[in-house]
């Protein structure tokens, strides 16, 4: 069993994949807004909304439980209304090594398709694949888009 791992899946939302991406860059304060029972706070700790090298600070609930986590924004492309964070910090690093996810707001219809990609090391090969944590960051796409269509 390889300790790497690679997960990916697609929501479609009603939100078009500009707005989207515009809140996950540059607004993602207002996920909490959005997916209040999923994340309870998202504070800028380091630098500026959507800029590479900034660090974000997360309290949010998965799994039945309160957890933390510290990520740095490693990567912006507004043209493919895309990012992509790294953990730093926080309950991630309690089972994996290394943990990122990319996130790519693509444009289709009246709305978008929200592609997210989770690349991870585990520390030991006991540890499942985090469907679950996928599943969960769905669901936050599909909130952020009903949040975006009531005018936020």
């Known amino acids: ?3 790497h791992g690679k997960l990916e899946a697609d929501v479609e939302i009603e939100a078009s994949a500009s707005k989207f991406h515009e809140l996950i860059n540059k ?6 807004k959005a997916s209040g029972d999923k994340v309870q706070s998202c504070e800028l700790y380091e630098g500026d909304w959507g800029e590479v090298g900034s660090i974000i600070y997360w309290n949010y609930f998965h799994d039945g439980k309160a957890k933390v986590g510290k990520d740095v924004i490693e990567a ?7 990012i992509s964070l790294k953990v730093i910090e926080g309950d991630l690093l ?5 943990f990122k996810y990319t996130i790519q707001a693509i ?3 009246r709305g978008s ?6 690349e991870y090391e585990k520390l030991h090969e006991n540890i499942p ?3 679950s944590l996928l599943e969960f960051c769905l669901g936050i796409s599909k909130d952020i ?3 975006l269509l009531k005018g936020n």
Do not use: C
Request: charged share 25%.
């Open 1 to 3: 069993m390889s300790l």
């Open 27 to 32: 607004r993602l304060h207002h996920v909490s």
């Open 76 to 82: 912006v492309d507004l043209a493919k209304n895309m």
């Open 94 to 98: 309690k089972d994996y090594k290394t």
């Open 107 to 109: 444009p289709k219809g």
């Open 113 to 118: 398709v929200v592609h997210w990609t989770m």
């Open 129 to 131: 694949d985090s469907h």
């Open 145 to 147: 888009s009903d949040h």
